[in-house]
């Protein structure tokens, strides 16, 4: 399958699977909510410490509640992080390679194999963040400290060559972690995949087998399909926030008429991306599997345990 027919046989996927079963979609959305409570919660959480806890702009929590403001964001954190685990476990069935797309059910298998798989990407990126907080956010929470006792006195900045020294470590170890993730993210798409195929969370991590999978696909086909997703991925999400902004246009012009709209036009424009989005979800699983499924013939996959078998199921 080249790209062009894996382009429009995942958008066809999407069609049949999704846009023309109304019921999967509606669920399909409701678990993609998840993703906007996480965001407004970490939001909520910044934005406490400068101005007072706010659920999100023009959103504020009543002044009756407020005292408990700091449980309603946990709870919310955690509510979108029990949806954002039931749609992966969804992704992993896409991943598995289950056409056409698969009905949303059996609440409990979504969140086990949503659970695995995202402890799975957790794992690739633990070492990325981990050079991060050592070489780039504890030097400069340090450096932010010392700026600070010298503002608070009549002392002049000067700029030592230990400061040029933390410069260096902090833009060197940003880089390096960047690289670290850009690759190790390049291996995980096989790893989360290989996992979903045989239910062996050690097959995700067998790097030679995953670099001998990419090479059976072809590494320039790999990373320019990926490259190929990437901008695919950025060019429907240009178009959702394109529509969606004629919403957020229109409350703005019509709040001076009809006062309240915007807050109306702010939860309809949540609900487009809600819905919109996704179809970037399954597009992208979808895409991603028959990837996967371009090296299949040169490759052996492991033998499938009893456990797998359950897990695949």
Sequence with gaps: MDTSERISSTFQYVIEGVIRQPGTWILLSILGIGNFLIDVGQKSLVHKYFHG???????????????????????????????????????????????????????????????ILSVIGLGYSVIPVLIGVLTVLLPLQQKIEDFRQISSTSQPLVISPELLQTIGIVIGGFVLSMLLYIILCTISFIGLIRFCRTGSVRSAFEISALLAKIGDIGWVRYLLSLLLLLFLTALFSGGIYLITLVFVIFGIIAEAIIPGINVIMTVIRILVCVFLDVLIVVFNARYLSLLYDAGTESVQEPAISSEAQEFRS
């Design 53 to 115: 806890l706010q659920l999100g702009d023009p959103v504020s929590l009543p002044q009756s509640i407020y005292p408990y403001s700091l449980y309603v964001v946990i709870i919310l954190i955690a509510v979108g992080v029990l949806l954002m685990i039931l749609q992966s476990g969804y992704v992993a069935r896409i991943y598995r390679g289950i056409s056409p797309a698969p009905p949303v059910r059996d609440m409990k298998t979504l969140f086990r194999d949503g659970f």
